[in-house]
């Protein structure tokens, strides 16, 4: 299964940009890059997805590498609803419907 | 609306007594799957669906069942539960292209005493 790698914990202020990354060397060239968050308490909700060029939506940026080995999920001004735990998996037709999410990242945002 | 609804919300039970969790999808999705999140464990799979009568185990499906009868239900079922299986647990829905997003349940936390 396409794995990725994402660190631990990130800490951020309040209405400051945020960048948290991901690393997904083993991606294949038709996977699909997808990030989620989930709240203390809730399920997981979608933030943005992409394959090959940047993305942005009402909610987040998605940057992707040229080599498409990492990318980056931006949050253009942080707030404290953004506080959770980011995750970035990989979503492809190599048996990938498994969706490996890992651990993900725990997003802190000070007032 | 789209939306996953999972019930209960909450569930406090007891060692063996058999429960099920339910999940259903107005969405007409192919793909249906369930997680289980525990501290420091991050979001795991146990179980998940391409499509009715077809199921797959995920990476923790030891002392769970599912069933797919209808393409719109995916419950959870805890024959046996333990207290190893308190947790969150979400399902999720999909379509079937990896360029759709996946629509998650509000989760449902389980404690088995």
């Known amino acids: 299964d396409a794995k990725t790698t994402q660190p631990n914990s990130m800490e951020s202020n309040e209405e400051e940009p945020v960048h948290l990354p991901c690393n997904h060397s083993?991606?294949?060239?038709?996977?699909?890059i997808h990030w989620y968050r989930q709240l203390p308490s809730q399920g997981p909700e979608y933030v943005i997805h992409g394959l090959t060029s940047n993305v942005n939506n009402r909610m987040a940026s998605l940057a992707i590498a040229e080599d498409r080995k990492s990318s980056t999920l931006i949050l253009h001004r942080a707030t404290l609803r953004d506080a959770a735990v980011y995750y970035c998996i990989l979503r492809g037709s190599r048996g990938a419907q498994k969706l490996v999410f890992g651990q993900g990242t725990r997003l802190t945002i000070n007032p | 609306e789209a939306q996953v609804t999972q019930n209960p919300r909450y569930l406090i039970t007891v060692t063996g007594k058999k429960l099920t969790v339910t999940c259903s999808q107005n969405?007409?999705?192919?793909?249906m799957s369930w997680y289980r999140q525990d501290p420091g464990l991050g979001l795991r799979q146990i179980y998940y669906s391409m499509n009715v009568e077809v199921t797959d185990k995920g990476d923790v499906p030891e002392g769970y069942k599912v069933s797919r009868k209808e393409k719109r239900n995916f419950p959870l079922i805890l024959e046996s539960p333990s207290p190893n299986q308190t947790s969150l647990y979400s399902c999720a829905s999909g379509g079937w292209t990896d360029n759709e997003k996946l629509f998650f349940g509000s989760g449902t936390q389980l404690s088995v005493l």
């Open positions: 969405m007409n999705h192919e793909y």
């Open positions: 083993t991606i294949s060239g038709t996977d699909y």
